[in-house]
């Protein structure tokens, strides 16, 4: 954990699940995290909880969805003259069900914060981090980013665009001191399930227990890859294995299976 000695770090979505686990492990290391998420307290909670000498921890509520939101935030951010060294873009949601169905709110929502809202801050903070010659930016996309799904058409393609971005932004940035990783979890036991489920459909969210992976080791899995300066992390050995023989499945094969799901099915 070296790397992470007396960095300031920004992670979005800091108020549950794996942004909050990033919380967690970094806190101990950190001289300043800047948490970001719409529940001020949540974050609010959490910093009265990892409060220690040494370690400064600034609250932003804001809804990512909402460009005035994510310009005050980074307007308060250049006001406080702190500057970045890790940004960890974790802040996501997904929605479970038939495309045609889905609420155009929460399509968009989507579209807001894995895509705009991530590019967004990373624009604005990069040049900072290639001016300093040293930072990390660490983007959570999910395995979902790694084969079209039904049912969760729109997510794993704005998954794919974290994954893609990553990627091309990385070998952009190579030489400059600052690295880009792509942490793509299988299923993990957050708030992620219930709020991709819509409401009142009894077609949930599928994340065989076999495959899931804690949360702990998610968030280890992302910051030793940051630590190793690594393109992408799969934490968990067994969706590892099946994810990286799943890509090398050929896509006219890969049809033939996902076509063979019946729309009932989840
Ligand atoms: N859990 C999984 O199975 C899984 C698998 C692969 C990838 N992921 C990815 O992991 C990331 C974290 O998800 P999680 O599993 O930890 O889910 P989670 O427990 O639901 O946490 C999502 C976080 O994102 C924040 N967020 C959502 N919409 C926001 C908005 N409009 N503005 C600001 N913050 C917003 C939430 O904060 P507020 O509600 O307080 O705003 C919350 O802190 C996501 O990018 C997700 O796609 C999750």
């Not at 549950?16 to 990033?22: D, N, Q, T």
Request: hydrophobic share 45%; with cysteine; proline share 5%.
């Amino acid at each position: 954990m070296n790397f992470f000695h007396g960095c300031t770090a920004l992670i979005t979505g800091a108020s549950s699940g794996i942004g909050e686990e990033f919380v967690r492990q970094l806190a101990p290391h950190a001289r300043s995290l800047i948490l970001v998420a719409r529940r001020r307290d949540r974050l609010e909670a959490l910093t009265g909880e990892l409060d220690r000498p040494g370690l400064t921890i600034h609250c932003h509520a804001a809804d990512l969805a909402d460009e005035v939101q994510i310009e005050a935030l980074l307007a308060a951010l250049a006001a406080s003259g702190e500057r970045v060294s890790l940004l960890v873009n974790n802040a996501g949601l997904g929605d479970h069900g038939l495309f045609e169905e889905s609420e155009w709110a929460r399509v968009r929502a989507m579209l807001d914060v894995n895509i705009q809202a991530l590019t967004r801050l990373t624009h604005a903070l990069l040049p900072d981090l290639v001016r300093a010659g040293r930072g990390a930016i660490l983007n959570v996309s999910s395995i979902a980013s790694l084969l079209p799904l039904p049912k969760m058409a729109v997510y794993a393609a704005t998954k794919a665009y974290v994954t893609s971005f990553s990627e091309a932004l990385r070998a952009e940035l190579r030489g400059t001191g600052v690295s880009v990783t792509a942490l793509c979890p299988g299923p993990v036991s957050t708030e992620f399930g219930q709020v991709a489920d819509r409401p009142n459909s009894r077609d949930s969210l599928p994340a065989p227990e076999v495959f899931k992976v804690p949360v702990e080791e998610v968030v280890r899995a992302g910051l030793a890859a940051v630590e190793g300066d690594r393109a992408r992390a799969i934490p968990g050995w067994l969706v590892c294995v099946v994810m990286t023989l799943t890509t090398l499945v050929p896509i006219f094969l890969l049809r033939l299976f996902l076509g063979q799901r019946r729309r009932g099915e989840s």
